[in-house]
């Protein structure tokens, strides 16, 4: 899973980065290529589960991060900042919403609903070229053979481009298995998951009005949408002490630091959830897609899991907690064999039981 962070340039999006990965990158860092990273997922069910155990290996799931080149007209034009796009599953837009007159802004003026809608025109833009493109050579190729196969995916594509000069993301669009087949390795842009974060000031990290003016916008382009202050966040990350930090946190009334809203609205837009395997080695968070079977749980955690399934033993994280034990679970009847049919719900402890 791969979230590429973007956005114009100083919008915060490269402080960030820095706070999301622990990276620290120069001031050359951003030009030219794309900068990989890796982020824990902080989950306060994971901790818990920690306490409990006290294993010798605590293991977080991550999420691939990648500092995309900074959105302008030269890597516009020059189509390289799309190419790195492509490769990301879902895409993090940093907006900027905080005035300071000694940093530049691209557009002229801090206005950040123009510069979502304008970043947004610029991948249905990018996906409306490529669909004329393959339009024309569809077109060109059925005159000489007639190909059932092309044909089919002719008439997608022009469902596509009608979609597109509507102004919709592809997001919005409904594919079967068989027109996904048809689409999958073409760089369609507009059908990855957006997540709109707006890089606010200190004192308005709690002020929601931004979100609650996109929020009709979001709806209807299947985004999602957060407020952050990457300086804050930069300043938290500093601190030495897990009390320091939490202090310094409830002092502005932020409930989390940035990571852990950012995972959670990435999981859900990739449509991603968690699952835990536990014990004194180690407790261990996964990810799956979700409405994943038990096997295909298990295959996350390695392939003779899958193949070798008998069974899953399923404990839930709430009555784990509440319980206080594994064997105190049992003797409540709340420790559960699943078989192969099991569908893995958010927040489950699996141990599988598998034969090879």
Not at 17 to 26: H, M, P, R, W
Not at 196 to 214: R, S, Y
Request: charged share 30%; glycine share 6%; proline share 3%.
């Amino acid at each position: 899973m791969k979230i590429g962070i973007l956005g114009l340039p100083q919008t915060g999006k490269k402080t960030l980065f820095q706070v999301l990965t622990g990276a620290v990158l120069g001031d050359h860092a951003v030009q030219g290529k794309p900068i990989p990273g890796t982020a824990e997922i902080v989950d306060e069910r994971f901790d818990r589960l920690v306490k409990l155990y006290r294993p010798r290996k605590e293991t977080r799931a991550r999420i691939d991060l990648v500092l995309l080149p900074k959105v302008e007209q030269e890597t516009i034009a020059k189509g390289d900042i799309f190419k790195n796009i492509v490769d990301v599953d879902a895409l993090c837009h940093v907006v900027r919403a905080f005035q300071d007159e000694s940093v530049y802004h691209a557009m002229g003026s801090v206005d950040p609903f123009r510069d979502v809608e304008s970043i947004n025109g610029e991948l249905l833009i990018h996906d409306q070229i490529f669909v004329e493109k393959r339009v024309e050579r569809l077109e060109a190729s059925l005159k000489k053979i007639k190909d059932a196969r092309q044909a089919r995916e002719y008439e997608l594509m022009q469902r596509i481009r009608d979609h597109l000069e509507e102004e919709r993301p592809l997001r919005l669009m409904e594919f079967s298995a068989e027109e996904d087949l048809l689409i999958r390795s073409y760089p369609f842009i507009t059908r990855k998951a957006l997540i709109l974060v707006f890089n606010v000031a200190e004192d308005a990290v709690n002020d929601t009005a931004i979100l609650q003016d996109i929020a009709v916008s979001c709806d209807a382009q299947k985004m999602e949408a957060m407020l952050v202050s990457a300086k804050v966040e930069s300043e938290i990350v500093q601190l030495d002490s897990e009390e320091e930090k939490a202090e310094f946190l409830a002092d502005l009334g932020i409930e989390e630091p940035a990571l852990g809203g950012l995972t959670r609205l990435c999981l859900k837009a990739l449509g991603r959830m968690s699952f835990f395997t536990v014990g004194p080695d180690e407790v261990h968070q996964w990810l799956v897609r979700i409405n994943s079977t038990a096997p295909e749980a298990a295959g996350a955690i390695h392939s003779d899991l899958q193949k070798g399934f008998i069974r899953a033993e399923v404990m839930k994280y709430g009555e784990l907690i509440a319980h206080g034990s594994e064997a105190e679970l049992k003797k409540q009847g709340k420790f559960y064999v699943q078989g192969r049919d099991y569908i893995v719900q958010e927040g489950d402890i699996l141990n599988i039981r598998f034969n090879v």
